[in-house]
C-alpha cells in the first residue's frame, strides 16, 4: 500500500522497522536516574513502581537500549532517504 511494501510493518534486512522486546514479567521502578531519557529532570511519573520491563528497543535497524541501557546517540536522528 502506498508503495510500502518491503519497507514498513516486516522485519526483513532494508524495512523500516522499530522493535520492542518487552518482558511483562518485568519490573520496572521510574525515576530520573533510572529510566528517564528526557531532556528535564523530573516526571509526574517519578517514583512509580510498575510491572512489566522493556529489555530492548531497535528503530530504523539501530539498537537504542539493550541489557546496559540506553545505547543510542543523543540529540536527533537523521530521517533515512526513501
Same mark, same amino acid.
Given at each position: 500500500?502506498?508503495?510500502? !511494501?518491503?519497507?514498513?510493518?516486516?522485519? !526483513?534486512?532494508?524495512?523500516?522497522?522499530?522493535?520492542?522486546?518487552?518482558?511483562?514479567?518485568?519490573?520496572? #521502578?521510574?525515576?530520573?536516574?533510572?529510566?528517564?531519557?528526557?531532556?528535564?529532570?523530573? #516526571?509526574?511519573?517519578?517514583?512509580?513502581?510498575? +510491572?512489566?520491563?522493556?529489555?530492548?528497543?531497535? #528503530?530504523?535497524?539501530?539498537?537504542?537500549?539493550? +541489557?546496559?541501557?540506553?545505547?543510542? #546517540?543523543?540529540?536527533?536522528?537523521?530521517?533515512?532517504?526513501?
Amino acid at each position: 500500500m502506498f508503495g510500502l !511494501q518491503g519497507r514498513k510493518g516486516v522485519i !526483513q534486512p532494508g524495512a523500516d522497522a522499530d522493535l520492542v522486546i518487552y518482558d511483562p514479567a518485568g519490573h520496572t #521502578s521510574i525515576g530520573y536516574e533510572k529510566t528517564h531519557h528526557m531532556n528535564m529532570d523530573y #516526571s509526574a511519573w517519578e517514583g512509580f513502581e510498575i +510491572d512489566g520491563h522493556v529489555d530492548w528497543v531497535m #528503530s530504523r535497524g539501530t539498537v537504542l537500549i539493550d +541489557d546496559s541501557g540506553f545505547v543510542g #546517540s543523543e540529540g536527533p536522528r537523521p530521517v533515512p532517504e526513501a
